[in-house]
């Protein structure tokens, strides 16, 4: 297997267990420099995202690669770019590693390396769920700052494919006019180079790389929330660019007015312009995914072997796209063709986390049964200690595995305040880091929620 066959196998199993955020800002950039039976150098863009890797992902990487190299018993990261030759190792040691050299590259044309260019218009699944979304897009990227679309604010779920189509209009503007000034940032690195700007002294140079952009992209909008600081400078930016007729498109997991802890003169400029949703695939356009795919990847499956797939993989582009890749992956590892009972069996043990006609009842049930407590306690006022912490794990688990918004998870409990329910699952996800009992019980939950009947 080659290095990059490697490393796309490894990160399709990463992208199924990470949130969008967390694999887009530290996995973006990264490859195998080197690889043997047992060791594999991974090749990072910087020293930040080295020492990030090592301290948190060390063991979810390993444990991906050794599904593709059952014998890797090492992984060491360095800091290299892919048409590179020297590598700084963290010991600050240099060892020579030969890699791909990157294709020569135009003085005129400008560097939007953030911008995956397989992501266009072209190869976007247009249905019922994203048709209006699409649309906008398409207007925006024809006429960029000067329609109403300016804001675009795009929000749906996770993995539902709303970097794709923000990522689409950069691509299409940059095919017609390749000097254009495209600048796309997941929120959170807005907020960190903002922060690494303050520290530095350098606000000005930060100001002038976001505030010159002739497209601003921003994904994932919702991590601006409680960022009061960060907030401010992304308002003036975002004013500096509309009263410029440069466009301004963000994409967030809710509606401008959900996102808790958003500034009100924030999610009211969002509403400017086009607000559009993207919703779950409807089973049509999921097999009109796979087979676009198929085709893509060279890849050719039964008719049958799509039909399960689509119906047992339901709620997110994301997690379809690498169910899909971890098949391919697994055929021509093990040079096997695929089968029904080969892939009932491949997603069971390599993708637990599928969500098989998962909903909020299961979830509330599932949690009540596993403490047996009763639901009308579980969905109650209550708060005797045996019943608020099961209570954060439905809110918990509503957040994480349905994606579902703050606002919706307190309905479905019964109509709480979104401010508890952001509490709960805070509590929650601080607790994962240090409490072993509160992972198996979880794990535990999670085997009884997905298991196949």
Known sequence: MDRETLWQAALGELEVSLSKANFTTWFRGTFVADATDSSVIVGVPNTFAQEWLKKKYHKQLIEALRKQMPNVTQVEYVVAQPGGVSIRRASGATERVDTMPEPARTASEPVNTSIQKHHTFDSYIVGPANRLAHAAAKAVATEPGSTRYNPLFIYGGVGLGKTHLMQAIGNEILRKNPKANILYAPCERFASEFIAALGK?????????????????????????????????????????????????????????????????????????????????????????????????????????????????????????????????????????????????????????????????????????????????????????????????????????????????????????????????????????????????????????????
Request: a neutral charge; glycine letters at 6%.
């Open 201 to 453: 002294r350098n606000l000005e140079g930060f100001k002038r790389r976001y505030r010159t952009a002739d497209v601003l992209l921003i994904d994932d909008i919702q991590f601006l929330s409680g960022k009061e600081g960060t907030q401010e400078e992304f308002f003036h930016t975002f004013n500096a660019l509309h009263q410029d007729h440069r466009q301004v498109v963000v994409t967030s997991d809710s509606k401008p007015q959900e996102i808790p802890g958003l500034a009100e003169r924030l999610s009211s400029r969002f509403a400017w312009g086009m607000v559009a949703d993207i919703q779950s695939p409807d089973y049509e356009t999921r097999i009109a995914i796979l087979r676009s795919k198929c085709e893509e990847k060279q890849f050719p499956l039964e008719d049958d072997v799509i039909d399960y797939l689509s119906r047992t993989v339901q709620s997110n582009i994301r997690e379809l796209e690498g169910t899909l890749n971890q098949l391919i992956t697994h055929c021509e590892l093990y040079q096997v063709q695929p089968s029904m009972d080969m892939v009932s069996k491949l997603l069971r043990d390599r993708n637990p986390s599928v969500k098989r006609n998962l909903d909020p009842d299961k979830v509330v049930k599932t949690v009540a049964g596993f403490f047996s407590v009763e639901l009308v306690d579980l969905l109650g006022t209550r708060r005797h200690k045996e019943l608020v912490y099961p209570r954060q794990i439905v809110m918990y688990l509503l957040r994480n595995e349905l994606n579902y918004s703050f606002p919706r998870i307190g309905k479905e409990l019964g109509g709480k305040d979104h401010t508890t329910i952001i509490h709960g699952c805070d509590k929650i996800q601080r607790e994962l880091g240090r409490n072993e009992e509160l992972k198996r019980e979880l794990t535990l939950i999670k085997e009884q929620l997905y298991a196949i009947a």
